[in-house]
């Protein structure tokens, strides 16, 4: 096997890995901000003991706190998308996720839009209203849209800061410090909770595969590939994510997506590949 197959093999192993981790809401009876406690717990150390082998960890900063917090309400609207609803409605919410950063960069980078980004704003747009099935804000489809769409707007936020952090900080250590933040902002908030819910061993186990392989190994294994691979096509591959997601949910707990499903997802993925020419 050629270097660039095998890389092309590790970015497509690390992204069926970030898809097998929605999967993990379903299996943990668990709020979503303990899930992502300790999701962030385990990556941390595991990034922290990569880090003290190959040196000493960059000391943190203020903005990495700040991505760490952004990290942690991300992943918390993540789990709590899938819980609500589906692991299929969860991970489309979140692939609405090119879309804001266009509007994040308009907004704070004052860019110009070009044809295929207007395209893939309506793209997303259409997507979104296909999947809905009523608007009623009981409906479990519109919930957990609702929190998988918070989920792509706080993780294109971080997508945004973690550009202007690349220049002067390592990946290793952008990766570091923001799980060893976002574990510390959700202890705090699982700590305030007046009705904590404690983990079975069962859930122990499920954490740490789901903070070593579906964390700290998909995010080193996405880095590495970029040896030599573009941008480009990373993010291409990145944007099969719920194809992924909803093809392991549905062989391993059962989840039949619905036709509303299929086609707005199929608008939405198309959206986010689109949004990948602007790398090209």
């Not at 009523?134 to 849209?145: C, E, Q, Y």
């Not at 069962?202 to 954490?207: C, S």
Request: aromatic letters at 8%; proline letters at 5%; one cysteine or more.
């Amino acid at each position: 096997m050629s270097p660039r197959a095998t890389d092309l093999a590790l970015v497509h192993a690390a992204v069926l890995l970030f898809g097998f981790a929605g999967l993990f809401g379903k299996w943990l009876a668990l709020p979503a901000a303990v899930i992502v406690l300790g999701r962030t717990v385990v990556a941390a150390a595991a990034l922290a003991a990569i880090a003290l082998a190959r040196g000493r960890p960059a000391a943190p900063t203020w903005r990495l706190a700040v991505n760490g917090l952004v990290l942690a309400v991300h992943w918390t609207c993540f789990f709590e998308a899938i819980a609500v609803s589906s692991v299929a409605v969860g991970l489309l919410g979140f692939a609405t996720f090119p879309l804001f950063v266009l509007l994040l960069e308009r907004w704070l980078l004052a860019r110009r839009w070009t044809g295929v980004e207007a395209a893939t704003a309506a793209l997303v747009s259409a997507g979104l209203v296909v999947l809905v099935p009523s608007f009623d804000p009981w409906d479990a489809t519109l919930r957990g849209l609702a929190w998988g769409v918070l989920s792509g707007l706080t993780f294109a936020l971080l997508a945004v800061r973690s550009r202007a952090l690349a220049a002067t900080h390592a990946p290793l250590d952008v990766a570091l410090w923001q799980n060893a933040f976002a574990a510390l902002a959700l202890l705090a908030a699982v700590a305030l909770d007046p009705a904590p819910v404690a983990p079975t061993w069962r859930d122990a186990v499920l954490i740490v595969v789901l903070g070593l392989a579906c964390t700290a190994l998909a995010h080193t294994m996405f880095i590495a590939s970029l040896r030599r691979l573009s941008a480009h096509t990373a993010s291409v591959v990145a944007a099969l994510e719920p194809v992924y997601g909803i093809a392991l949910a549905l062989a391993l707990l059962g989840e039949v997506p619905t036709g509303r499903t299929l086609a707005g997802g199929a608008l939405i993925v198309l959206a986010a590949v689109l949004a990948t020419r602007r790398a090209a």
